[in-house]
């Protein structure tokens, strides 16, 4: 059975409990066409409005009731205040690579970082779960600045839009690679990723969950029976060295967290994808490649690895190229998939691990 059974798109009551507000104040966002029109009806409105209300939330980017013009214009200004679940942008960077990092206003002035990121055929997103969080790995901006809260469904899925509307373009991929541990943010981490799949209409496949691991959330998301890849950020080739960078490995050994992710594989048949940051002298020799790839063997899995961006709060050193190319060759030599992720919009400090809700603008 699915140990994340709250769908709150299907019906406005769950998501209002899950966003913690009142009626009166329940955003629109990151509901289904069925809640959506039966919100219309309880305002008085005929049903066929619910599906313009679903076209005009996730197709046509509309921020308030008062943008929907298909809506007769005296009832759009009787419901002007009514909250749609959009953020507003704080800030925006563009990288020199074309990468565009958008500082995000909640509606309680939390902000949050989201990232956009063109290639040739590709816009991928990386969205935050969290406003900021509560793992504390040693290496990561975020972790650095604590926890303040979990993000809701439609701060979730407002990135997304948000992201598609400045670019004018689709998105096509999306990674929950931002801000924030989503494993800790399951319910709604989940809820959006069937939202944006349903209601946003981008595919599951094109869509990867990044997680430090929690113990028995992989299985509980494997019920969930999800098209989603996941990513499994291993980082270090054993406990000890695992356990010096992420101060959570404490409560959930490599092994235990490797024996969940075969699990996984078993369960959903996907392989899984393991992340491991490359730190300069720390854990990028080749007997860590070695190591790595004793734990790994005949694992359905791939490996990618991610050079060190550096952060002010810590010191930690980016490998040379050189080291990069022998880990890799190490790896290759036993048999194990490898690739190197180049972090894009790292000047701007957009890139894996630079993300805070801290840094805002003078
Ligand atoms: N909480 C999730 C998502 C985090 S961000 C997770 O831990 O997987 C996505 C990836 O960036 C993770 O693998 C994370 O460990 C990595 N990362 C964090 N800080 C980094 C840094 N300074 N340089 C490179 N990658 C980093």
Redesign the pocket.
């Known amino acids: 059975m699915a140990v994340f059974p709250l769908s709150p798109t299907d019906s406005p009551a769950l998501g209002q409990a899950l966003a913690g507000q009142s009626e009166a104040d329940l955003p629109l966002l990151g509901q289904s066409l069925e809640a959506l029109t039966e919100w219309m009806v309880a305002q008085g409105q005929p049903s066929y409005r619910g599906q313009q209300l679903y076209q005009w939330l996730y197709q046509q980017g509309a921020r308030s009731l008062q943008d929907v013009t298909v809506f007769p214009k005296a009832w759009r200004q009787t419901m002007a205040s009514v909250d749609l679940g959009r953020s507003s942008l704080h800030h925006r960077v563009v990288a020199s690579d074309g990468t565009v990092k958008y500082l995000l206003r909640l509606r309680d002035g939390q902000i949050i970082e989201t990232v956009g990121i063109p290639s040739a055929k590709r816009l991928t997103v990386?969205v935050s779960?969290q406003v900021g969080?509560p793992?504390a790995?040693d290496?990561?901006?975020?972790?650095k600045g604590g926890f303040v809260r979990n993000l809701a469904i439609h701060e979730i899925v407002d990135q997304v839009l948000t992201v598609q509307e400045d670019f004018g373009q689709r998105v096509s991929h999306i990674?929950?690679?931002?801000?924030?541990?989503?494993?800790l943010n399951a319910t709604h981490t989940v809820a959006a990723i069937r939202c944006l799949n349903r209601d946003v209409g981008i595919g599951q496949r094109a869509m990867t969950l990044?997680?430090?691991?929690v113990p028995g959330r992989i299985r509980a998301l494997a019920a969930e029976q999800l098209q989603v890849t996941l990513?499994?950020?291993l980082?270090a080739s054993n406990q000890i060295q695992r356990l010096q960078l992420?101060p959570s490995a404490g409560a959930y050994p490599l092994e235990a967290l490797l024996d969940e992710c075969r699990e996984y594989v078993q369960l959903t048949g996907r392989r899984v994808t393991f992340?491991y940051?490359l730190l300069a002298g720390l854990n990028d020799q080749p007997v860590n490649a070695a190591e790595l790839a004793q734990h790994l063997r005949g694992f359905q899995s791939h490996v990618n690895l991610?050079?060190?961006?550096?952060?002010d709060e810590?010191d930690?050193q980016?490998p040379s190229e050189a080291s990069i190319r022998d880990f890799v060759a190490e790896l290759e030599s036993r048999r194990i998939a490898v690739t190197v992720?180049y972090?894009r919009g790292l000047e701007e400090n957009a890139?894996?691990?630079?993300?805070r809700a801290s840094r805002r603008p003078a």
């Open positions: 990386c779960s969080c793992m790995c290496f990561c901006a975020t972790g990674v929950f690679m931002g801000m924030g541990e989503p494993l990044s997680t430090v691991g990513a499994v950020s980082h992420i992340e940051i991610i050079p060190y961006n550096p952060i810590a930690y980016r992720r972090s890139a894996c691990g630079q993300l």
